[in-house]
């Protein structure tokens, strides 16, 4: 008795599989560096440092979060922190923090160009900035080279 064809499993192989979950977890490991490294220079340019309690009020965390945070930005680098003053960028933070605004802009153009109104583009990129690879990336920013081109 036969039941049709064959259906194409829906599974990965088990490398596959893992490579791609590898590369989700990076993400989030990321995310959360790039999102504390973006609001510190956004704080550092408008009112000279960026303080622990402001970062807070910006998340929307807890301060002993962000406390543990920054030691881990600190441990990697990426901030340098001075006493009875606020949290600066090392130049890798800089740097961190100037690629995610331009993976940020390249989603939220893409976004835009495909229809989505700007302030949901705005919110959405936030998260899809961290997760896109760099072929995907390259993939939205010649989508809208090409949109903004032809219009």
Same mark, same amino acid.
Do not use: M, N, W
């Given at each position: 008795m036969t039941n049709?064809?064959?259906?194409?499993?829906?599974?990965? *192989?088990?490398a596959a599989h893992a490579a791609a979950f590898r590369q989700a977890r990076e993400a989030r490991r990321n995310e959360i560096f790039e999102d504390y490294v973006e609001l510190i220079d956004d704080l550092?340019? !408008? $009112?000279?440092? @960026? %303080?622990?309690?402001?970062?807070?009020?910006?998340?929307? #965390? !807890?301060?002993? $979060?962000?406390?543990? $945070?920054?030691? %881990?930005? @600190?441990? !990697?680098?990426? #901030? *340098?922190?001075?006493?009875?003053?606020?949290?600066?960028?090392?130049? $890798?933070g800089r740097e961190l923090a100037s690629a995610g605004r331009k993976r940020h802009a390249i989603v939220e153009t893409f976004l835009i160009d495909i229809g989505i109104d700007p302030e949901t583009a705005r919110i959405d990129a936030e998260g899809i900035e961290h997760h896109v690879s760099e072929a995907t990336l390259n993939a939205f920013r010649n989508f809208s080279a090409r949109e903004r081109r032809d219009n």
């Open positions: 049709g064809p064959k259906k194409p499993s829906v599974l990965l *192989e088990p550092a340019r !408008a $009112t000279g440092e @960026a %303080r622990q309690v402001d970062i807070a009020a910006h998340l929307g #965390v !807890a301060q002993p $979060t962000v406390a543990r $945070t920054l030691d %881990r930005l @600190a441990e !990697a680098g990426l #901030v *340098e922190r001075k006493p009875y003053r606020g949290v600066f960028l090392s130049d $890798t």
